[in-house]
């Protein structure tokens, strides 16, 4: 889920996408981006922003703030939406030469979403019905959604680390009357004390080597051999090796997923059968499981959020009128 705070940086690209999909169904006479009577508004660095592309952004950014409610004159929505484009080509420049690259299911996953909404329950019958109203609207709203994913990551990268929240801002939260007021609900988080033993697969020992020596290794476990003994024997991962193959305790989504899996079909006591992972052949014991309570990390947690989310819009805002200061921008009469 992203962070309110991306989604209001995104809020004018969002609205930039979607309006490709309502332009499909109406509002024909807008100048097209290929129209020759298309002018250039502004310049910011390489990129340019287009008076169609200007005028799509407006009605956008018109639409969103009377569906919020909030009544603005011609002048402000129009100084708004120049604001915003500019910022959003400064940041596509950063993104272009970065070379930010979202993933592919990431996108296929938020058009979907967007089908979804739109009353499609598949992209293939969505991007029929979006062409067949407007050629190209489905390639148009996909740059889009690229675009926008781009976006995230580049807020990820440049933002998020200008924001410092210390243990002593969030203690000094919960102990002031709005931080008292975080409900303190349990949270019991299942934790796995697990061992392993790993056999490689790298340039030194083949897939089949290594899958013959944990054979051989789970046969004399089999045989009542001590796991920690063996693995402080035969396990290439030196650094649990030192400790009998001693992991600690484990919790959801910090193995890789073959290893939580087996872990979690493993009896506390016991150990598992040979598997593979992307770092070779491993055999692991459950030497206990327990359910331990976060609450109190719950609460942490929450009050970083809260204070993520005052700090956030001021080195959003720092961090774009350094790009402004730095940038070429001259916006055309």
């Given at each position: 889920m992203k962070?309110?705070?991306?989604?209001?940086?995104?809020?004018?690209?969002l609205s930039l996408g979607m309006a490709?999909?309502?332009n499909a169904n109406a509002n024909a006479n807008a100048p097209s981006v290929t129209s020759s009577a298309d002018g250039i508004l502004a310049q910011v660095n390489d990129e340019i922003i287009l008076k169609s592309e200007f005028i799509t952004a407006s009605q956008a950014m018109a639409r969103e703030y009377r569906d919020r409610g909030i009544a603005l004159s011609n002048a402000e929505i129009q100084n708004l939406t120049m604001d915003a484009l500019i910022t959003r080509k400064l940041q596509l420049g950063l993104v272009n030469h970065a070379g930010f690259s979202p993933n592919e299911n990431a996108v296929n996953r938020e058009l979907l979403a967007i089908a979804n909404k739109e009353g499609f329950d598949?992209?293939?019958d969505f991007q029929r019905s979006l062409d067949g109203k407007q050629a190209g609207s489905y390639a148009e709203l996909r740059r889009q959604v690229i675009e926008d994913?781009?976006?995230?990551a580049l807020w990820q990268?440049?933002?998020?680390?200008?924001i410092n929240i210390s243990e002593q801002e969030v203690n000094a939260f919960l102990n002031s009357p709005e931080g008292q007021k975080i409900p303190a609900e349990q949270v019991l988080i299942p934790e796995w004390q697990t061992s392993h033993?790993?056999?490689k697969v790298d340039d030194t020992q083949s897939n089949a080597m290594a899958q013959q020596k944990i054979n051989t290794l789970y046969?004399?476990?089999?045989?009542?051999?001590?796991?920690?003994?063996?693995?402080?024997?035969?396990?290439?991962?030196?650094g649990s090796a030192t400790q009998n193959g001693r992991l600690g305790w484990v919790t959801d989504g910090q193995m890789v997923k073959e290893f939580e899996a087996m872990m979690k079909n493993t009896v506390a006591g016991d150990f598992s059968t040979p598997f593979r992972t992307q770092f070779g052949w491993h055999i692991l014991k459950v030497e206990n499981t327990r359910q331990q309570d976060m609450s109190n990390e719950a609460r942490k947690d929450k009050a970083r959020e809260i204070l993520f989310s005052r700090q956030a819009p001021q080195a959003e805002e720092d961090w774009v009128d350094e790009l402004k200061a730095g940038a070429y921008i001259k916006i055309f009469e």
């Open positions: 962070h309110p705070l991306i989604q209001s940086l995104l809020a004018i690209s490709t999909v309502a598949n992209l293939a994913a781009s976006l995230v990268a440049q933002v998020r680390p200008r033993i790993l056999v046969s004399e476990l089999q045989k009542g051999a001590d796991f920690g003994a063996m693995a402080a024997t035969y396990s290439d991962d030196a």
